[in-house]
């Protein structure tokens, strides 16, 4: 199974960029599609981004769109999320997922929380202004 572990997190102020990283160890990272989540005590998780197992397609919710991009290197094991021009609103714990997908295409990925069956302890995104 394979682990998951987020760091970059932290505070910033609004208009500010952050970039949160995702080390995977366990498991062929590469036969993963990944995901971005979030989550506040008011909120259930929410989807922020979505990559495929080979990185040749992402999707994100109109939300952070044009803010965030998701992002993968197999060859580091490493997700990443740049996060750019961050909003009180983007407060939140950060998770990254995995979906196994040994046989999905290289442009497949998904938004459905309960298709990832692999999940990091999350990483704290505080913004204010």
């Known amino acids: 199974q394979i682990q998951l572990v987020e760091s970059g997190g932290g505070l910033a102020h609004t208009g500010d960029s952050l970039t949160l990283s995702c080390a995977a160890s366990?498991?062929?990272?590469?036969?993963?599609?990944m995901a971005w989540f979030r989550q506040t005590l008011r909120k259930e998780r929410e989807f922020v981004a979505g990559i495929s197992w080979s990185g040749e397609s992402s999707f994100l919710p109109d939300s952070v769109k044009g803010r965030f991009t998701i992002s993968r290197d197999n060859a580091k094991n490493r997700l990443y999320l740049q996060m750019s021009s961050l909003k009180l609103e983007d407060t939140a714990v950060y998770y990254c997922a995995a979906q196994v997908c040994p046989y999905c295409s290289g442009s497949y990925s998904t938004d459905d929380i309960s298709e990832y069956t692999a999940w990091g302890q999350g990483t704290q995104v505080t913004v204010s202004s």
């Open positions: 366990g498991g062929a990272f590469g036969t993963y599609a």
